[in-house]
């Protein structure tokens, strides 16, 4: 039996494990108006990669993502695994629901299904950026993946490796805060060189290192306050040499966006990003820990439709 034209993917675990209750009264929604919409559920990590790839090369015209930036990122890696000339066929379309949702944060959209059901009854899209990234898996082994929104490895790799691992029953922002609470006093800053595809370079003790293709983290925090999807540039954030006791005084600007006029902060940008660091600090992509650095980030522009 064929799909039908619109299936949303959804991580029935999201949320706290209320996103399955929200995928299947959104489909009512829908199908009550009049689209052609179904749901597939995951069943465990990665299976939403398998089913985005399966729907994109399959002909599917819109994927919806029903979940947290880590469903999200699942479905963005199944897509680009997909032929070249079905991808630029099909549109990601997000309902996002979970810990961070910070993608749906820089493009403005919410969960109401109404609203949804609007974006996908009009079809228009908007080609975004995608990002690339080369990196060192837990395993130890060499590994590829993309992300849709921020990369960044040092202590928020470090707080999201604990947030992943506790309690989200309140809500992203409380969660990330809660981690970052109890996860900074302790971290040990990392020795980084980095190198940019538009000859710039550094190097130096960073709290934090950052790869924006999106605005948001962590819950509503906004390290990369001037970064567009559409640009062909990451906006690249460093973080540099600071203690726990700075970081705190400047929460509040990181929640802002105003952090970047702090002297310790770098920002950069540029299409491609290579770094090197013997003290390996975690990575996470759009929230999941995915390794450790050395790490090199590509832009792959214009890389997906998003239905606006």
């Given at each position: ?19 399955g ?19 597939r ?18 002909g ?10 880590g ?6 890696n ?12 099909a ?41 690339l ?7 130890g ?5 993309y ?9 928020g790799?470090?707080v ?16 990330f ?7 900074m ?8 060189e ?11 003790t ?11 983290f962590?819950g ?9 999807l ?34 310790q ?16 600090a ?16 590509v ?8 239905v606006?």
């Open positions: 039996m064929a799909d039908p034209a619109i299936v949303g993917i959804a991580n029935p675990f999201a949320a706290n494990r209320s996103a209750r929200y995928a299947r009264r959104l489909e009512r929604s829908l199908r009550n108006a009049g689209l052609d919409y179904g749901t559920f995951t069943k465990g990590p990665l299976d939403a990669t398998r089913i985005a790839r399966e729907l994109v090369d399959g599917v015209e819109i994927v919806v993502s029903i979940g947290g930036d469903t999200l990122n699942e479905i963005v199944g897509a680009m695994g997909a032929s070249e000339r079905a991808r630029n066929t549109r990601l379309a997000i309902a996002q629901v979970g810990t961070g949702t910070d993608f749906s944060r820089t493009v403005q959209q919410t969960s109401n299904p109404g609203e949804i059901h609007e974006r996908l009854r009009r079809g228009r899209h908007r080609p975004i950026d995608v990002g990234v080369e990196y060192t898996n837990l395993r082994e060499p590994e590829t993946r992300f849709v929104n921020i990369a960044e490895f040092g202590s790799g470090a999201v490796e604990k947030v992943n691992r506790t309690t989200k029953v309140f809500g992203g922002r409380v969660s805060l809660l981690g970052i609470l109890t996860t006093p302790k971290y040990r800053n990392k020795h980084v980095w190198r940019l595809e538009v000859g710039d370079s550094g190097a130096g960073v709290n934090n290192f950052v790869v924006a293709n999106g605005r948001y962590g509503g925090l906004l390290p990369a306050p001037h970064a567009e559409d640009d062909g540039l990451f906006d690249i954030v460093v973080i540099g040499d600071l203690d726990w006791k700075t970081i705190r005084k400047h929460l509040k600007d990181l929640r802002r966006g105003t952090h970047l006029a702090i002297p902060v770098t920002f950069r940008r540029s299409s491609e990003v290579f770094t090197t660091s013997r003290e390996h975690l990575l996470d992509l759009d929230g999941e820990l995915v390794g450790r650095d050395p790490t090199r980030f832009c792959v522009p214009k890389g997906l439709n998003l606006v």
